[in-house]
């Protein structure tokens, strides 16, 4: 499985209307072919803005380039494009599970 975060900074006055969008899509993005898991995350910064956390877990890499829809993985930070108009700063990444208790995780090499 793998792991997809992108992490961004929302302005404060444009939090509820991040919320608002990120309520709205979230059930569309959750009906994708080898999706597991995703979600949206906040955490309320001193000014009022929020840093967001979009989780998403895939099963496998086929399914998570068939969701970004193109071979370069960091060439599409978000394909939800409305969520980076909202993020003043971002930073992506990408992690491999290595629980093998996890259903669908890869068998550790031999």
Request: proline share 5%; charged share 25%; with cysteine.
């Amino acid at each position: 499985m793998i792991v997809r975060i992108v992490r961004g900074n929302v302005a404060a006055d444009q939090v509820l209307v991040f919320h608002d969008l990120a309520r709205r899509m979230m059930p569309e993005v959750r009906t994708r072919d080898g999706l597991v898991l995703a979600n949206v995350a906040r955490q309320t910064a001193s000014d009022g803005g929020e840093e967001i956390v979009f989780a998403t877990v895939w099963r496998d890499m086929p399914a998570l380039y068939a969701w970004i829809g193109c071979s370069d993985l960091f060439d599409v930070p978000a394909p939800i494009k409305e969520f980076e108009s909202y993020f003043a700063s971002r930073d992506l990444q990408y992690y491999e599970v290595i629980d093998t208790d996890v259903p669908g995780a890869m068998a550790p090499e031999a």
